[in-house]
């Protein structure tokens, strides 16, 4: 789960906002110190939450606003803002296009990742039509290659490496020229990981990347350093033409959000986070939608992307279809449950949910959200056909209600509860209808993706 605790805080600040009877200048300020704590233990710096903090009360002048204006709204909208404009470094990164011989070299200290990362990334692409393969420039650390060659094995990716040969540059172009030849479309060379100081190491960096000229270089950090992720990512910038940024072990681990916002303050996108020691604990970043995970408003791209993989290709346009016209029924949701139940870990998953996002949690509560989606299916078992397909299952009458609880063994308050997640289905339509609805799922995504 990504920064759990962060989006938690977040959220429940904004909820407790909500639940004020009138919102004045104290409750703003009530919640925005809450952000503004929850910010610091992250560890993003003093100085961006103070302005973070300063801007939003700048946007919302409660005084001005027209009566009958849903100040709650407004506030949210503010704090989304000013949170994207935080986390956004300005510049999109270099996005490989399927059939180019892409080159993509990873760098970054040791241990920071770069071995795992390189597969994820190239397993991540595997999955979405592309030919990866993976090169092991690393002649530095013993048992690199091997490493690698072990990761690849697993995730059915070509690898190129060597035993004996002790000179990186030579294996990355010997790999990129194998690779060209067999017509790889994402050719991804790891390197050997290095503390700040090693002058000797810099320069190998440079070696490799002057002989195989990549098309992006990927800077991979340990997020578990917090705001020191600047100065971090500011030298590698300078030493070496670093394009992207992916942040891993953002699991379990509270300062994520100072990296982020580290990183973006040197004008490096983050392009994917790591959430795990595991290939498919991997996370597409991109600002908007994290965000909007963060304030709990779901995140159907995020989502999408993920089921893009899990939904079987013949019901998906059948699904995308179906939420685009409005016709988001329980049936549907019951259906979207039995595929969620199958899909990878949860707690991913969960925060892109809308409705769900805020009750973002931590790894060790898996398995409570599962036990509360199949809470939810004996729920509809016990409904009638008829609700199941209405359009507007909130209109149930309260003898239904009664009924249905009773049926399923369930408390009334669980119903309502669940018939209330239904609310979420209407953030879920406008961001369909946004994305071009009714197309099937992997062209949307594409179109998401600007056409990549
Ligand atoms: N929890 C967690 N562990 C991770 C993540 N990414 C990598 N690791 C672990 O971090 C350790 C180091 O990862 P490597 O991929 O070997 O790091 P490296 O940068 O290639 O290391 P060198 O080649 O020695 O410089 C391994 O134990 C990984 O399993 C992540 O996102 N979350
Ligand atoms: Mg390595």
């Given at each position: 789960?990504?920064?759990?605790?962060?989006?938690?805080?977040?959220?429940?600040?904004?909820?407790?906002?909500?639940?004020?009877?009138?919102?004045?200048?104290?409750?703003?300020?009530?919640?925005?110190?809450?952000?503004?704590?929850?910010?610091?233990?992250?560890?993003?710096?003093?100085?961006?939450?103070?302005?973070?903090?300063?801007?939003?009360?700048?946007?919302?002048?409660?005084?001005?606003?027209?009566?009958?204006?849903?100040?709650?709204?407004?506030?949210?909208?503010?704090?989304?803002?000013?949170?994207?404009?935080?986390?956004?470094?300005?510049?999109?990164?270099?996005?490989?296009?399927k059939?180019?011989?892409?080159?993509?070299?990873?760098?970054?200290?040791?241990?920071?990742?770069?071995?795992?990362?390189?597969?994820?990334?190239?397993?991540?692409?595997?999955?979405?039509?592309?030919?990866?393969?993976?090169?092991?420039?690393?002649?530095?650390?013993?048992?690199?290659?091997?490493?690698?060659?072990?990761?690849?094995?697993?995730?059915?990716?070509?690898?190129?490496?060597?035993?004996?040969?002790?000179?990186?540059?030579?294996?990355?172009?010997e790999?990129?020229?194998?690779?060209?030849?067999?017509?790889?479309?994402?050719?991804?060379?790891?390197?050997?990981?290095?503390?700040?100081?090693?002058?000797?190491?810099?320069?190998?960096?440079?070696?490799?990347?002057?002989?195989?000229?990549?098309?992006?270089?990927?800077?991979?950090?340990?997020?578990?350093i917090?705001?020191?992720?600047?100065?971090?990512?500011?030298?590698?910038?300078?030493?070496?033409?670093?394009?992207?940024?992916?942040?891993?072990?953002?699991?379990?681990?509270?300062?994520?959000?100072?990296?982020?916002?580290?990183?973006?303050?040197?004008?490096?996108?983050?392009?994917?986070?790591?959430?795990?020691?595991?290939?498919?604990?991997?996370?597409?970043?991109?600002?908007?939608?994290?965000?909007?995970?963060?304030?709990?408003?779901?995140?159907?791209?995020?989502?999408?992307?993920?089921?893009?993989?899990?939904?079987?290709?013949?019901?998906?346009?059948?699904?995308?279809?179906?939420?685009?016209?409005?016709?988001?029924?329980?049936?549907?949701?019951?259906?979207?449950?039995?595929?969620?139940?199958?899909?990878?870990?949860m707690?991913?998953?969960?925060?892109?949910?809308?409705?769900?996002?805020?009750?973002?949690?931590?790894?060790?509560?898996?398995?409570?959200?599962?036990?509360?989606?199949?809470?939810?299916?004996?729920?509809?078992?016990?409904m009638?056909?008829?609700?199941?397909?209405?359009?507007?299952?909130?209109?149930?009458?309260?003898?239904?209600?009664?009924?249905?609880a009773?049926?399923?063994?369930?408390?009334v308050?669980?119903?309502?509860?669940?018939?209330?997640?239904?609310?979420?289905?209407?953030a879920?339509?406008?961001?369909?209808?946004?994305?071009?609805?009714g197309?099937?799922?992997?062209?949307?995504?594409?179109?998401?993706?600007?056409?990549?």
């Amino acid at each position: 789960m990504v920064l759990a605790e962060l989006g938690g805080s977040i959220s429940r600040a904004l909820a407790r906002m909500s639940s004020a009877t009138v919102v004045d200048e104290n409750v703003l300020r009530e919640c925005l110190n809450e952000i503004a704590r929850a910010l610091m233990q992250a560890d993003v710096r003093f100085k961006m939450v103070c302005d973070l903090q300063a801007n939003i009360k700048k946007s919302v002048n409660l005084e001005a606003l027209a009566a009958g204006t849903n100040k709650r709204r407004v506030i949210e909208t503010a704090v989304g803002k000013e949170l994207c404009k935080m986390l956004d470094p300005g510049k999109p990164a270099f996005v490989p296009k399927k059939g180019k011989p892409n080159v993509v070299m990873f760098v970054g200290l040791q241990g920071s990742g770069k071995t795992t990362t390189c597969t994820k990334y190239a397993h991540y692409h595997q999955r979405k039509g592309f030919k990866p393969s993976l090169v092991c420039a690393d002649t530095f650390r013993a048992g690199a290659f091997d490493q690698l060659k072990q990761n690849a094995t697993k995730a059915k990716i070509p690898f190129y490496g060597s035993y004996v040969e002790s000179d990186p540059v030579k294996i990355a172009v010997e790999g990129l020229e194998k690779f060209r030849q067999e017509k790889s479309d994402l050719i991804i060379i790891d390197t050997s990981g290095r503390h700040m100081q090693e002058a000797a190491l810099f320069e190998e960096m440079r070696q490799v990347a002057e002989a195989t000229k990549p098309d992006l270089v990927i800077f991979v950090m340990d997020g578990s350093i917090g705001q020191a992720a600047f100065d971090q990512a500011q030298a590698f910038k300078q030493s070496a033409s670093v394009g992207a940024v992916i942040i891993t072990k953002m699991d379990g681990h509270a300062k994520g959000g100072g990296a982020l916002s580290a990183v973006a303050a040197t004008k490096s996108p983050v392009i994917f986070i790591g959430t795990g020691e595991h290939i498919d604990e991997f996370d597409v970043f991109n600002v908007e939608p994290f965000v909007g995970r963060l304030l709990g408003r779901g995140d159907l791209p995020g989502l999408l992307d993920k089921m893009e993989s899990i939904v079987p290709a013949d019901q998906q346009s059948e699904l995308v279809a179906k939420l685009a016209e409005g016709a988001f029924t329980l049936r549907l949701m019951y259906e979207q449950f039995q595929n969620l139940l199958k899909m990878g870990p949860m707690g991913q998953i969960f925060s892109m949910l809308p409705g769900f996002s805020s009750e973002l949690m931590p790894k060790g509560q898996e398995k409570q959200s599962k036990e509360k989606i199949k809470r939810y299916m004996t729920i509809m078992d016990s409904m009638t056909a008829a609700e199941l397909d209405s359009k507007n299952p909130k209109l149930m009458t309260e003898s239904r209600i009664l009924r249905v609880a009773r049926g399923s063994g369930r408390r009334v308050k669980d119903v309502t509860d669940m018939l209330q997640q239904m609310g979420g289905k209407s953030a879920f339509e406008a961001l369909v209808k946004q994305m071009g609805g009714g197309k099937d799922m992997s062209k949307m995504l594409a179109g998401m993706r600007g056409g990549a």
